[in-house]
């Protein structure tokens, strides 16, 4: 079955470095998304892609980066990692034909910057 | 910019009783309407969606939720809630054009389900 792989699930790393989440669907899908979940917040956009070296800024961006080298994948990158980035990150991807939005979503990654 | 609303941020019922969360939204354009359920430790399931057509959409689970397009809503009902339902509910609000579409999320309701 097509599915959406997140990894790692679980990653606590320390303050200032690099940190890279990997996202990876086998749907085939043209967009793809990171969101954090936060409490009380409920799922922000950090970036999103509409296709293969397209990428976007999304409502919580700063300090991140991705990048869409091909269609399968859209890795997260944490550039100088802060606590304020301690959060559960979820990636999703989406079939825009017909102009459907309906995501699927990756089971997260839990990420713990000390 | 869009933007969804869930006015309750948890809720407790008991089992067999009936639900009904809410959520508001929004959007300029005809919007495209989500329920997704969060179960701890995992990902987004989606209930059900909303696009066009009967305003009454039925989901996953026993699931329901009404389009009221004059109070710009979109709340999920169930009839009769089991204990498997406790878990968080999102509500979300799909924007933007041709293939350029991404989904606004509320902040959640956590539903709590007692014995």
């Known amino acids: 079955d097509a599915e959406i792989t997140q990894s790692p699930r679980h990653k606590i790393t320390e303050t200032g470095r690099q940190v890279t989440l990997a996202c990876h669907q086998t749907?085939?899908?043209?967009?793809m998304f990171w969101y954090r979940q936060d409490l009380g917040h409920g799922l922000r956009l950090i970036h999103y892609s509409y296709g293969v070296q397209d990428t976007n800024k999304g409502e919580v961006s700063d300090g991140y980066s991705v990048s869409r080298s091909n269609t399968e994948d859209l890795p997260l990158t944490l550039e100088s990692a802060a606590s304020s980035q301690t959060s559960v990150y979820f990636c999703?991807?989406?079939?825009?034909?017909?102009?459907?939005?309906?995501?699927?979503f990756g089971q997260g990654t839990r990420l713990t910057v000390v | 910019a869009q933007s969804v609303t869930q006015p309750d941020i948890h809720i407790t019922v008991s089992e067999g009783a009936s639900l009904e969360l809410r959520c508001n939204y929004s959007y300029g354009a005809t919007p495209y309407l989500f329920w997704y359920v969060q179960s701890p430790g995992q990902g987004l399931q989606l209930l059900l969606k909303y696009f066009s057509g009967d305003t009454l959409v039925q989901g996953i689970k026993g699931f329901e939720a009404e389009f009221k397009r004059s109070q710009s809503s979109f709340n999920l009902r169930k009839p009769s809630v089991h204990w498997s339902d406790a878990a968080e509910y999102f509500c979300?609000?799909?924007?933007?054009?041709?293939?350029?579409?991404?989904?606004?999320f509320g902040s959640g309701t956590q539903l709590t389900v007692l014995p």
């Open positions: 999703a991807s989406s079939d825009p034909s017909g102009g459907n939005t309906e995501a699927f």
């Open positions: 749907w085939n899908h043209n967009n």
């Open positions: 979300a609000v799909g924007a933007g054009s041709g293939s350029a579409r991404q989904l606004t």
